[in-house]
T-cell receptor
Framework: GAVVSQHPSWVICKSGTSVKIECRSLDFQATTMFWYRQFPKQSLMLMAT?????????EQGVEKDKFLINHASLTLSTLTVTSAHPEDSSFYIC????????????FGQGTRLTVV | DAKTTQPPSMDCAEGRAANLPCNHS???????VYWYRQIHSQGPQYIIHGLKNNETNEMASLIITEDRKSSTLILPHATLRDTAVYYC????????????FGKGTLLTVNP
């Protein structure tokens, strides 16, 4: 199956700093990537959809200026958490979506962000 | 996409079959049933999917009722490494294939 590589797997940063998370499709091209956030003992919540060559689309309630998403190429999407605060501490996961109703999604390994 | 209902948790003895139920009573005719699992602190992993017929692969079997309103994921010989949260998701072609995750079932395989 397709491989989605996410980096870093974990990061600790100070309040007020920015953190970039990378998501790469290793053996296929992805025009779209989904970004999810998962708080402890909760399910995955879709934050935004990155689109290669155009602006990302954000789900309701997600701050565009805080969670900057860039889809620079067909193999790389990035999520930057700007001016991070402790409440941004979470597990962030990227996913290459299905290409049809009969195909599965592929997920990155996830990034554990801890803001201190 | 249709909503799914799963029990919050289940236990299974190592080596025994794990049967995880899912209710999707509002499923439409063109929607597939997908199962993913998430081991602690990892990204979700695809397991299996089906439309009408029962399916089997190297990981699991999927049994879909004739009316398609429910399904069961079967792990034939559960191991400790199968301990995870299992998500049942109904997927159609709408909304650019966005997946809506419910709370899933936490399967704990006990030695």
């Amino acid at each position: 199956g397709a491989v989605v590589s996410q980096h870093p797997s974990w990061v600790i940063c100070k309040s007020g700093t920015s953190v970039k998370i990378e998501c790469r499709s290793l053996d296929f091209q992805a025009t779209t990537m989904f970004w999810y956030r998962q708080f402890p003992k909760q399910s995955l919540m879709l934050m935004a959809t990155s689109n290669e060559g155009s602006k990302a689309t954000y789900e309701q309630g997600v701050e565009k200026d805080k969670f900057l998403i860039n889809h620079a190429s067909l193999t790389l999407s990035t999520l930057t958490v700007t001016s991070a605060h402790p409440e941004d501490s979470s597990f962030y996961i990227c996913s290459a979506p299905p290409t049809g109703p009969n195909t599965e999604a592929f997920f990155g390994q996830g990034t554990r962000l801890t803001v201190v | 996409d249709a909503k799914t209902t799963q029990p919050p948790s289940m236990d299974c003895a190592e080596g025994r079959a794990a049967n995880l139920p899912c209710n999707h009573s509002t499923i439409s005719g063109n929607e597939y049933v997908y199962w993913y699992r998430q081991i602690h602190s990892q990204g979700p992993q695809y397991i299996i999917h089906g439309l009408k017929n029962n399916e089997t692969n190297e990981m699991a079997s999927l049994i879909i009722t004739e009316d398609r309103k429910s399904s069961t994921l079967i792990l034939p010989h559960a191991t400790l490494r199968d301990t995870a949260v299992y998500y049942c998701i109904v997927q159609s072609g709408g909304s650019n294939y966005k997946l809506t995750f419910g709370k899933g079932t936490l399967l704990t395989v006990n030695p």
